[in-house]
């Protein structure tokens, strides 16, 4: 795949992950809808992550690479989910959502954030 294909992949899982993660967030937790759609939105942040490690970093400094700093995000996506799962899974609620909080604030809202920077893709599409 290309570079552009792939962002549009990346894009078309990480969109509906927010808005399930948002909708995850603000609304009950432990009924069979947030179970339900906990899976799913774990499920497309996997895959997302996934999809981004083939996605050389074009802005700031290459690690090991072709990966950015941005890719770090990725990482905790690969450990966060699984961690989240496997504690939800033995009951510990607490780890469970301080998994998904993290998932969320970091490799959504953070990561994010710094696709409009400039020189990053996001932030020419938007603002030229």
Request: aromatic share 14%; proline share 4%; no cysteine.
């Amino acid at each position: 795949m290309t570079y552009l294909q792939l962002a549009y992949f990346h894009l078309a899982t990480v969109l509906p992950a927010f808005l399930i993660g948002t909708y995850l967030l603000a609304n009950r937790k432990g009924t069979p809808a947030h179970r339900l759609l906990g899976k799913v939105y774990m499920t497309l942040m996997l895959i997302t992550a996934l999809a981004t490690l083939f996605m050389a970093a074009e802005v700031g400094p290459i690690i090991i690479g072709h990966f950015g700093y941005v890719h770090l995000f990725s990482l905790l996506v690969l450990y966060a989910v699984p961690s989240a799962y496997i504690a939800v899974r033995k009951g510990n609620i607490a780890k469970h959502k301080r998994s998904m909080v993290l998932l969320y604030i970091g490799a959504i809202l953070l990561a994010g954030v710094f696709t409009f920077m400039p020189g990053r893709m996001m932030h020419t599409w938007f603002f030229g």
